[in-house]
Structure formats: structure tokens, C-alpha cells
């Protein structure tokens, strides 16, 4: 892991266009490049080259290769890994056939629906025949018994099929059930074999059970003809899943090969292209060259530091353990190129304050369990989509579970019981205000604890800013920022005068003789903070303005960030008095959910009330200590160091995300 | 309660919704699928998706409707339990319009059993039986063997005195298109006397979209059933919506009285829409030759997108306005109808093999 951004560089490399295709396969391998168009070579020399052709469109690969997922998933089938496929022997793709080829399996699955469409219109006449009966609608209904007096039976049947409904012909009398809205048609298909209603009444009686026995049967029937359809077309797209994975593959992997032939440009006989790799990959990627061309290629590096840095992607690596603590710096922005890796303070901070809000040995047990029961399930279930505790959550919860834990001993809370010692102090015991030794005797010291927490995060929010500026250079910002030392300088005068206030019981200011000309000299900086960013500007060539306008912007400027200095400094560190709050609050739930469980007599009742209370108090608060925590290091910490301006770094290689433009 | 404690939970879950939707991609990805089956996995992981479920199970679009129309009614009843009192009744009137499509689509069958003599067969199961808004027996409007049977099956609906100045004889003469134009007027008549009850902005907000949604759905009447089917004045004027701008305006100005009523309407409209006047304008009065008919379809056809797009930003413009309204429950259902009645179209037109240049062109996607 590094402190900070991957060094990169930038790789520009001609090889003989024959060779073209082994080179993008093996870069591709690799996975360690983002491509760039090559647009640095004056005008006269970009005209001499041209751009890729395709063969294939890249778009046409692109819809194939949804087609076939498509279709895997419809057939429970996982996608193949592809890196475990030799793609410098793949076939050639023959877009043509392989499309008759998903057309066939395709006009496949749709004849099955069709045969599911008729049993399901089937199923659905026969069920409104079985519920008029069972709702005793019977004057829906039209059941006839009796017999025929010419023609055949077997005829009758397919005629009054058309109309549909139960015909047990096959003894005597002969029993129809129709619908009675039917009757008019029916009656007409009848007379024409002469039926006669049998006078028999036993018959009658026996008749409709009889006929409903029939329906159901054919019900159920229908219903297993649906399920089986409905794994038929399953098992059709799973018969043919080897060539669907090894189709796949090959679709990818062209696809993939369009879109990095997408960045080359090319002369009669070779073939220019240029991307930038990780500092730490370089010499890999000139030997793969090197190796695959046979030495006929020219390679050359250019550091990322005679580049523009906005223009250099970014890369972070950090350690396995902290990936989900990545996509938390992900989510937020991506850092500039050569700043401090934000990851690993992320993790340490979102886990303290998580760990301040949620101390609960036995809780953060519950929620370790439920992190390693999701994340097997997962893994079990590759195709399953994400429910309500998705994977990234399930993943989570592994690493605040130990966290709770933590914090449950050194407060000595499991399940908001003070079942053993505290390690630092009795939090439970401080919030419901029983005497407590040691320094933490109140509430009021659990919010100190937590403002002095604050106040260390934002000092080293403010340090890593500083030392990210120093890395670039940016020295007038590191002095005159808010965020920079004058900020830092404030921030610890402020500090001061607040505990000195704080400490003399909210009688008296504190007074010291070299308070007053430090705070004016940080103010005289503020100040002059504008009128030298101009001339500073003027010298790298930026235009003039009347002197009225800077000294507007002067006064402007020293105002907002006079009221940001101080404004935003005290907001900032009174906000991590919500970790006190939510830890509070959940001492407070816990002991208010036992007092309602002793309240019953019944010890059924009192266990239930403490589990469900348990269970509450898991799902609300730990969501909500969930966010505070995200929220305090978005919006207290980042904002100190972290400018996401940076371009995130996208290597290209057979793992790469799906590649759509 | 404050209008931000009545709205601010709605609003925050039905614009999460309506970003969902906005951002979607499903339709194109349908439109593109080569096969219906293709077509329909893609709901899968949508507000769709067990939409697509029906269909794996049992290979019947018309099911799979039928399931898209149960969802609407659930999000109907979900979203009116999260609004005050006046608000929730003015959503149950909304509810009441899918009710009345799906009654319209019981009575269809019943007319084509009794009146034109085809065999309903298993297609009843594709009417909603369960309650929507008010009780109706629709097992008793599809086994009706007589008028008079059947609307016993809306005892003591507001629907029963609609379908009482009907009788068989006038649906076999005239079909059952004037009935299902008095159930609309029903459902307007409904519709605004719930915009009464509801309080402020609202109101204002509600009025104003339904005033110019009242209005396009007469301009599409003035072309469809004027211009095209030549409708005669007396009953183009039962027709008509009597709410909105251009009906008042109609009636303001005696437009049936004049000699020309088609020149006053058209002026209104004009007047009103202006951006739609030469196509209004364009439009000739008769069909007798061919090209008088081509002409008029493809200028009412014209007309109709247009009317579409107005819609459609008047809807997007009440997602911009204020937030804390019932304004963005009304912009979440247009979306969501709009886009139901695409889905439902796109799969239609895949189990009819059309291509995609063919769904695109008809759907104007």
C-alpha cells in the first residue's frame, strides 16, 4: 500500500501492424493500462496517420454480448471467467453464424412461451368454472346430464371443446359443465346430436362433484404441463451453455480488443498507441511488448511530471482489508494525482466513530454474524441480485461488527447489560447518571471525549492537506488558505480560548499576552491574502483588473473567510457532539427497552420485549451510526484535505468493467 | 401537520422513484432485444420485475398485464397512505380511472359475448375481480345475460346511473362508445370535485395541469372524432370534456349556435395552442378523396405528438416547482403510466415480430 497516489507513467509505443493483435491480447492480459487517444503530434504528422477500421462493429459485439447474458441469466447460468481462458487461440468470431445461433435458441424459448400462453388460457377457463362453484355461484354455471340419440360422442366432445368447458363422456350419462353465458352455443352444438337431458335426479346430484373432481384434475394437470415448460426453457439455454460461455468469451474479447484498437493510430505498416501505466507495472508492460513483437517496437516513457496533473489518471492501491473503505473515497471523489491515499484514515475514522456510537459487544457480535452469513450467502448465490443488506453492506458489516465489539469492552456493554468491567468507564452507568468514578462522571464528559475526538480528526484533516500541498508545490495556498497554516494557526487559538472559557467554569475569557497579535497577523494574512494572489496571478499571466475591483474582491473575500474561519472551524468541531449523541441515545434505548421488558410479570413476555428491543436498537441505531459516521468523515474530514479533482484511473484488461460508449 | 411534514417523506421516496425511472435505459434495451423473451428478461431487477416472473411461469402477456395493473393499484393505495386526508381522497379519484379502464374492459367482453355473439372463453381472467374503489361484482357483468342483469353488477356504485340512460338496444344500435364516453365524463365530473377539496397550492397546481390535460384530450377529440370520423356537431358536443379552457371558452362563446361551429372551435383552439394552428388549420373538413384523408391523418397525427410533448413538460415542469406539493406524486404517476404503456406496447409489438425501426416509428421513441 501506498501513503499516496500510484505514480504513473505514460507509455508510447510503435509496432508493426502485424503484430497488432498479439500486442493488444497481451496488454490485455496484463490489465494495468488506460488508453488515450494520441493527440499530442502536430497537425501535419496526425494527418499522415489513420484511424482504426473495424471489422465488426464495436456496437454490434457490444449488443451480442448483452444478447448472451441475456440469456445465461434467463437460464441461471453464471458468466464464464474469462481469465481463465487462452484468448491467443480463440476462434474467429463469425458474427453471422453465431447470431442464427441465438436466433434458434431464442425462437426456441419463445415456442415454449406460446405453449405456456395456451395451458395458462386453459388453466385460467378451468379455474373460473372451479370458483363459481366454490363461491356457490352456481347459476354461473350450466351442467347438463343426459345422453345422445345419434352421432358420436367423441364428435359432441370436440365440438363443445371449441366452447370450452368439462365434458365427461366417456360412460353414460354423459355430463357437461360449461359457463352459463355459453349455454345459447352450447344448446345449438347439442340439439344436433340430439342430446336429452336425463330425468335421472341421483344422476344429477352426482354429476357437478363429479365434473368439478374433473376440473381440478385438469388443473393440476395444466399447472404441472406449465412447470415443466417453464424448466424446459431453462434447461434449453443451460444445453447449451458451454457454447453460450465459450460464444461469450470470444465476443468479449473482441469487443474488448475494438476498444482498445479504438485508441491506436496507425501508418501504412505499424501501428502507434499510448496509455498510461502504474510506475510500479512500466517494466512488465515493455517486456510483454518487447516479448510479443519480437524486439521490433519502440517504447517510450514520459513521466508523469512533465504532464498536467489534472490530466494524469489517478490510481489508489490499498490493501484487500480496506477495499470497502475504497469505495467510501470512491463514492466521495477521486483524489488528485500525487495527493495522500484518503483510504486508510477513512477506515480508522469511520471505524472510531462508528465504534463511539455503537459500543455493544453482544449488538456488534450480531452484526459480524449477519456480515459473515450475507457474505456466504453471496458467494454461495453469485447470481442472486442484491436485497435490502447487499453484498457491499454484508462486507461492511465484517469490519463494524468488530468495531461495536470493541467499543462494547471498553465500555462494558453487551446488549446494553454491564454484564463485566469496562475497560475506560461504564457509559451505560454515566447516561442513566449513577456516580461513577474515574475522570468520565457525566454525560458532559462523554461529550468532551467526543469534541476532543473531533478535534484530532480535523487536525489531521488540516496536517494531510499540508502535506499534500507541500507535494504539489502549492505554497501560497499551504500559508493562506483556510484550510492551510492560517487556518491550523485559528483553529489553535480558538481551541485555547475556548478551553480556557470552558475551564474557568463560563465565567472568563482567557487572556494571554501573545493572543492578540497572533490572531491579528492570521487576519493581516487573510487580507492580504487576495491583493498577493493577483500579482502572483499577473506574474504567471493572468489578466489585469482595475484596482478597484481587487480591492472589492479584497474585502469580499476577507469577509467570507473570516465568518468560514471561525463559522466553519466551531460547526465543524461541535459536530462530532453528534458521536456522543448517538451513543447516548443508544444507552438510553437500551436501558429504557429493559425497564419495559421488567415491567411483565411473565418472563416469555419480558424476554420477548428485551429481544425485540435488542433487535430494534441493532437496525435503527446502527444504521444511524452508520451514516453519522459516513457523514462526519464526508463532511468534517475530506473537506480539509480531500479536493476530488482527480480522474480515476481505468486500466483496460479482460476483468475490466463492461466497456459501453 | 405543515405542508413539508405532510410531503417531505413522499417527496423524497417518489423523486428517489422518478430518478430511477428517468435514468432508466429499459425501454431502449427492449425495443433492441431480437426476441420477445429477450425483451421481457430485461424487466428483470426493474419495478417490473416479477412482471417478468408471470411471464416465465406462464408464457401469457395478458397475465403479465394483468399483474402490471395490480402493481399500479397497490402504488395507487401505497402512496395515498403517506398523504393527508384531502390529498389521499383526490388519489383514490385518480384510482378510480384505472377502475373505470378495467370495468370498461369487462363491459368489452360483456358486449362481445351478448351483443356481437363471440365466445369470451378464458379471456375474463384477464379482468381485475378484487376491489379497486368501489364494489363491483364483475363475475355478474361477464355471466349477464340481460342489460339490466349487468348493471345490477354497479348496485349502488356511482357508475349505476351512468349505465341506466343506456339500454341494450341503443349499445347494439350505436356500440358501446357513447357509454364509455359517459363513464369518462363521470370520471372528469369526479375529478373535479376532488380538485375542490384540495387545499392551496394544491389546488392551484392540480387545476392547472388538469385544465390543460382536459384540454389536449379535447383538441385529440375535436381531430379524431371531427375531422376524421365526422362526428355531427350535437353529438361532438356530448363528446367533449366540459372542463378546461377550450370547453369554457366553447360554451362561452355559443360556439354550437353560430353557423360554422368548426371555424369558432378551431379559432379557440388557436388561440390557445397556438404552436398546433397550422396543423388545426391544415386540416380539411372532408375525406371524400384519398389524399384529403392521408393528409389529415398525418396532420392529426402531428397534433397528437405535439400534445403528447405539452403533456409531458407540463408534467416535468410541476418535478421543478415546489417541492413540498402534490405536485410530484402527480408528475410520478404520469411517469410511471407512461411508462407502463410503453413496456406493454414494446412487448406487444416483439410477440408481433415487429422491428425495431417499425416500434420505434410507431411508439415516436
Known sequence: MSMFTQKMRMLTSVVMDSDREKVVKALLEKGVMEFVHIGTLPAEKMQKLSQHASTVPRAALTDMRIRIETLLREGSVSLPDIEKTDIDNLPSLDMEASRRALDRLSGSLDTIRAQQREINQKMNFYREIIRYSSEKNDEYLDLRVGSINHGDSKDLAARLDAIGGVFLFSSKPLVSLTLRRDSARVSDVMDKFGWTESTDAEAQKGAMSEAMGEAREKVRNLESELKALSEESSKRIRDKADDLCALWVNVRVNELCEHVESYFSYTKNTTLFSGWV?????????????????????????????????????????????????????????????????????????????????????????????????????????????????????????????????????????????????????????????????????????????????????????????????????????????????????????IWFAYGFVGSGYREFPSAPWFMPILLICLALVVIKGPLGYILGRRSGKPKESVGRVAIDTIMDFVVEVLELFSGFLSNTLSFMRVAGLGIAHASLMSAFYQMAAMPDNAIASIAIAVIGNVLVIVLEGLSAGIQSLRLNYYEFFTKYFTGHGIAFEPVGLKSRIVVD | MSRVSDYAFINAKLRARIGIIRSSHLLDEMIKSPSLAEAVSKLDGTRHGHIAEVYRTTGDLQQAELSMMEDEIASYREIASYLPAHSAHFITVLLEKVEMDNLKNALRLWYSDVVRHHIISFRSAYVCRSLIVHSIDYDKIMNAESYQEMIRAFSGTPYEAVLSRFSLDILTEKGLFPLEIALDHLWFAHLEEALRHLQGDDRKLAEKIYSVDVDLKNILMLTRYSYYFHLPHDQLKDVLIPMGYISSEIERLKAYESDDPMAVIKGIVQRRYPQISEEIAAIRGTNDDLTAADENASQILRIEAYLADRRKSEYMKLLVGKPFSIGVVLSYFFLCKGEDSLVSAVLSAKNYKWSETKIREALGL
Do not use: H
Request: proline share 6%.
Open chain 1, 278 to 494: 502504474p510506475e510500479e507495472d512500466t517494466d512488465t508492460i515493455s517486456k510483454t511488448i518487447y516479448d510479443v513483437t519480437g524486439g521490433r517496437c519502440i517504447i517510450e516513457w514520459t513521466e508523469a511530471s512533465q504532464v498536467a496533473p489534472e490530466e494524469v489518471p489517478v490510481s489508489m492501491t490499498s490493501p484487500k482489508i480496506l477495499r470497502p473503505f475504497e469505495r467510501m473515497v470512491d463514492n466521495y471523489s477521486t483524489p488528485e494525482y500525487g495527493s495522500i491515499n484518503p483510504t486508510p484514515f477513512t477506515a480508522i475514522a469511520y471505524l472510531c466513530m462508528f465504534a463511539l456510537m455503537f459500543a455493544d459487544l453482544g449488538q456488534g457480535f450480531v452484526l459480524l454474524l449477519v456480515g459473515i452469513l450475507g457474505t456466504v450467502y453471496y458467494r454461495k448465490n453469485p447470481l442472486k441480485k442484491d436485497g435490502l443488506i447487499s453484498r457491499y453492506l454484508c462486507n461492511l458489516l465484517l469490519y463494524l461488527g468488530p468495531a461495536s465489539m470493541v467499543g462494547g469492552i471498553l465500555f462494558g456493554s453487551c446488549f446494553g447489560l454491564g454484564i463485566f468491567p469496562p475497560l475506560w468507564f461504564d457509559y451505560e452507568a454515566v447516561v442513566a447518571g449513577e456516580p461513577a468514578a474515574g475522570l468520565v462522571q457525566s454525560v458532559y464528559d462523554i461529550l468532551g471525549i467526543t469534541i476532543k475526538f473531533g478535534i484530532c480528526v480535523i487536525y489531521l484533516g488540516l496536517i494531510l492537506n499540508w502535506i499534500n500541498l507541500v507535494r504539489k508545490k502549492r505554497y501560497f495556498e499551504l500559508v493562506f488558505d483556510k484550510n492551510g497554516l492560517v487556518g491550523g494557526v485559528v483553529y489553535t487559538i480558538g
